[in-house]
């Protein structure tokens, strides 16, 4: 069945090349994906899926049903949006919209999405359960898998697979991590609240500003010291607002910022701690203070069966020495977690790096550009896992 579907692969790839390219062309925004989502429809239903769309707002479901009798549900999540950045890769094929850029490789994710349903579409005779394809909007602001679950896209699911592409990892190779694939993140809104006073007397007023400047320090340095080293928190304060002229001192002060942590227990007690901490510094000098701390999404964690499953579909599929075990989770945020919660699921990084280059732009830069030799790893390593997940849990 491997070679089946490499030999499918190889004949679709002209295709799924033309279909990246045509979505890296036309991005959208969170939120707003319309056009592709149209696209995305209509490629699954010439497929011979079941489409339905408006899903989660304007995510797209495609389902394909097996010819045996399991009535489990083996979920395919791929997410479809663009970020707000000006494309200066100087591709052919380059954004066509003002300010818009896939930065990200959902251009790919989505492509890897189609061309998996498209080869299992073919050997749907081999599959014994349902693979439901969710193709996700606004995974950029954190909400899209929400939307889609509230919209059951995850009713009766008993695993979900995804894909991130990785330019740090060279293309034809991919990467699996076991347990935490990425972080907690969770917003944080900080106000201080003094008194004002003229710049020339600060001892007759209490300086927000300066007790803020307090806070954030205290913060950073508690992280160090009380803070397990082994469980990472990255706290960042990203904005600060306060202070009405130079020569007043400012009465008031908004910081706000993300927190990012790997482990449940340590993100369960994160508000209480940064509370003390906040309310010990602002008592010690007079001020007032309000902490807000809203839950984002959780980690990543991979479920152990199906992480096997994937490395060793993909090490049969192309050599034990194109997949690496990835041996550190990354602080970045991924609301495929959302969907964890529900089924457990898996995660893969596929290399997209060119191998011939000294820098491979990072994600979410405007010069990121892929190997598109990827695409067709993705795709077989994707549709030969799925396939043999009905062949060993069936």
Same mark, same amino acid.
């Given at each position: 069945m491997l070679s089946r579907i490499k030999d499918l692969a190889t004949t679709i790839a002209p295709r799924l090349i033309e279909i990246r390219r045509h979505i890296h062309s036309h991005p959208e925004l969170s939120g707003q994906e319309y056009q592709t989502a149209a696209f995305v429809a209509g490629v699954l239903s010439s497929?011979?899926?079941?489409?339905?769309? @408006?899903?989660?707002?304007?995510?797209?479901?495609?389902?394909? #049903?097996?010819?045996?009798e399991d009535k489990r549900i083996l979920a395919i999540r791929t997410d479809m949006d663009a970020l707000p950045i000006q494309e200066r890769s100087g591709l052919e094929f380059a954004s066509l919209i003002e300010g818009i850029m896939h930065a990200c490789g959902h251009d790919v994710h989505t492509t890897v999405g189609l061309g998996t349903a498209m080869i299992l579409a073919q050997i749907a005779e081999e599959i014994s359960g349902k693979v439901r394809f969710l193709f996700q909007p606004a995974e950029e602001i954190a909400q899209g898998a929400s939307w889609m679950v509230a919209d059951g896209a995850m009713d009766q699911v008993s695993g979900i697979l995804g894909v991130h592409v990785f +330019?740090?990892?060279?293309?034809?190779? /991919?990467?699996?991590?076991?347990?935490?694939?990425?972080?907690?993140?969770?917003?944080?809104?900080? /106000?201080?609240?003094?008194?004002?006073?003229?710049?020339a007397r600060p001892h007759e007023a209490i300086d927000a500003i300066w007790i803020a400047s307090q806070v954030i320090t205290t913060l950073q340095q508690a992280i160090s010291r009380t803070q397990n080293p082994l469980r990472p928190v990255v706290l960042s304060i990203g904005k600060i607002n306060? @202070?009405?002229? +130079?020569?007043? /001192?400012?009465?008031?002060? #908004?910081?706000?910022?993300?927190?990012?942590?790997?482990?449940?227990?340590?993100?369960?007690?994160? +508000?209480?701690?940064?509370?003390? /901490?906040?309310?010990?510094?602002?008592?010690?000098? @007079?001020?007032?203070?309000?902490?807000?701390?809203?839950?984002?999404?959780?980690?990543?964690?991979?479920?152990?069966?199906?992480?096997?499953?994937? #490395?060793?579909?993909?090490?049969?599929?192309?050599?034990?020495?194109?997949?690496q075990v990835l041996p550190e989770p990354s602080l970045g945020a991924e609301d495929f977690s959302v969907y964890l919660e529900r089924s457990p699921g898996s995660m893969f990084r596929l290399g997209v790096g060119f191998k011939d280059r000294v820098i491979n732009y990072p994600l979410h830069h405007p010069q990121f550009e892929i190997d598109e030799s990827a695409i067709v790893t993705g795709v077989v390593t994707m549709a030969y896992t799925a396939y043999r997940y009905w062949q060993q849990v069936s």
């Open positions: 497929s011979g899926l079941h489409v339905q769309e @408006g899903v989660g707002k304007t995510g797209v479901i495609g389902e394909l #049903q097996g010819t045996g +330019p740090s990892i060279p293309a034809g190779s /991919i990467g699996v991590r076991y347990g935490a694939l990425t972080a907690a993140a969770d917003d944080l809104e900080i /106000i201080i609240m003094g008194e004002s006073g003229h710049g306060g @202070g009405r002229a +130079p020569n007043i /001192i400012a009465d008031k002060v #908004q910081l706000l910022g993300t927190v990012r942590s790997l482990h449940p227990e340590t993100r369960a007690n994160l +508000p209480n701690w940064i509370e003390r /901490i906040v309310a010990s510094v602002c008592n010690s000098y @007079g001020a007032k203070y309000q902490v807000n701390y809203r839950q984002g999404i959780p980690s990543v964690q991979n479920d152990y069966f199906l992480t096997q499953l994937l #490395q060793s579909s993909a090490e049969e599929a192309w050599g034990s020495d194109r997949v």
